[in-house]
């Protein structure tokens, strides 16, 4: 919208001596604030054709008019800062492929690794955590049975829907070559029970997807809470867990406690 928004979609830098004439400028927060816009400088963070985002400069704090100088100027800064830019980007989009398992898109063990050498002698009492380790059942069988195509769709079928369970903040790994580990990360250790359970319910609503999907798939799940400074013992209880719940037909022991009572 507005004359910024003409820069970020066209890529093409605009100097607008004045703004009123101009049918690109958008008047909202003039008339929201009843400041004045006068003049408009905008030009575009580009390089090789990829608008990284919008330089836009509004009335000179002199109070006169914008020169074909200063747009000069404000072009040659955008010109470098795109480069900046530029180069950032690629370095996170390249240590981001590497974390990234290549099939499913969720993140791999060397995040996971990662992440861990972070946390771990930090101080994070208050830095809870909930989790959930994900196996599916058989999984060799459908690799033999329907080949592996039927079971890289499984394997995406699955990390799609665990992805649309977590927030930004939280993170998908897939582990194994069909095991995968939610990590749901939340900083008031007495929330953490409730997002357990709410964890649990959509997972048990996947199970059921998953039954419906072709070929129809299982899984086993575990969960457990901790803090992000004990990791590896989080994990190590929700491994437990889940080698209960395939004891018991998929229930938690203590589920299956009181069901037969």
């Not at 928004?5 to 004045?18: L, S, W, Y």
Request: one cysteine or more; hydrophobic letters at 40%.
């Amino acid at each position: 919208e507005g004359i910024a928004g003409h820069v970020a979609q066209t890529g093409e830098a605009v100097f607008v001596p004045d703004a009123r004439s101009d049918d690109r400028f958008s008047r909202k927060v003039d008339e929201q604030t009843g400041f004045e816009t006068r003049s408009v400088m905008a030009v575009p963070l580009r390089f090789r054709e990829r608008v990284y985002g919008v330089i836009e400069l509004i009335n000179r704090y002199d109070g006169g008019g914008y020169t074909h100088q200063d747009f000069i100027v404000i072009q040659t800064i955008a010109d470098f800062a795109a480069i900046a830019f530029a180069n950032a980007m690629l370095y996170e989009e390249t240590r981001d492929l590497a974390h990234r398992d290549p099939l499913t898109g969720v993140f791999n063990r060397r995040r996971l690794e990662a992440l861990r050498a972070e946390w771990t002698g930090r101080r994070s009492e208050d830095r809870g955590c909930a989790l959930a380790v994900i196996d599916l059942d058989n999984f060799k069988a459908i690799n033999d049975g329907a080949g592996h195509q039927a079971g890289d769709r499984a394997l995406c079928y699955i990390a799609h829907y665990l992805q649309l369970l977590i927030r930004g903040t939280d993170r998908i790994f897939r582990i194994g070559g069909d095991e995968f580990l939610v990590l749901i990360q939340n900083s008031s250790p007495d929330k953490l029970p409730e997002i357990l359970g709410r964890l649990e319910a959509s997972l048990n609503r996947l199970q059921e997807r998953c039954g419906e999907h072709d070929p129809a798939f299982a899984f086993s799940y575990g969960l457990s809470t901790g803090r992000l400074d004990d990791l590896d013992s989080v994990m190590h209880q929700a491994d437990l867990d889940m080698y209960s719940r395939k004891k018991n037909g998929g229930v938690h022991p203590r589920l299956q406690e009181s069901a037969d009572s």
